[in-house]
């Protein structure tokens, strides 16, 4: 059984910066693939940036992609979003997800755990 832990969510201006954490308990953390998914009201969950278990590829959205870094943390079993130019569009729900077997992740599919979740809001 693994549990993700999310933090580090909050209110920001247009074109500040946050930085998600999330923690992960159980076994085997170094060998997951880890990545970070968004919900917003009335939207589907959508597929934020991914990080394979040796963190040598890592997978962004086009909506995303040159303002997010993903990276992780093996002796802390976490892993991180640094989020930077926020957007008001980048407002959402953002949550943890794991899969224990190592292939790229770039939808929900294949998840096998989920974080609660950590509130973003970039306001205008």
């Known amino acids: 059984q693994v549990q993700l832990v999310e933090s580090g969510g909050g209110l920001v201006q247009a074109g500040g910066s946050l930085r998600l954490s999330c923690a992960a308990s159980g076994r085997a953390f170094s060998s997951f693939t880890m990545g970070w998914f968004r919900q917003a009201p009335g939207k589907e969950r959508e597929f934020v940036a991914s990080?394979?278990?040796?963190?040598?590829?890592?997978y962004y959205a086009d909506s995303v992609e040159g303002r997010f870094t993903i990276s992780r943390d093996d002796a802390k079993s976490t892993v991180y979003l640094q989020m930077n130019s926020l957007k008001p569009e980048d407002t959402a729900v953002y949550y943890c997800a794991a899969r224990q077997w190592d292939s790229p992740m770039t939808t929900p599919r294949g998840v096998n755990y989920w974080g609660q979740g950590t509130q973003v809001t970039v306001s205008s």
């Open positions: 990080i394979s278990s040796s963190g040598a590829n890592r």
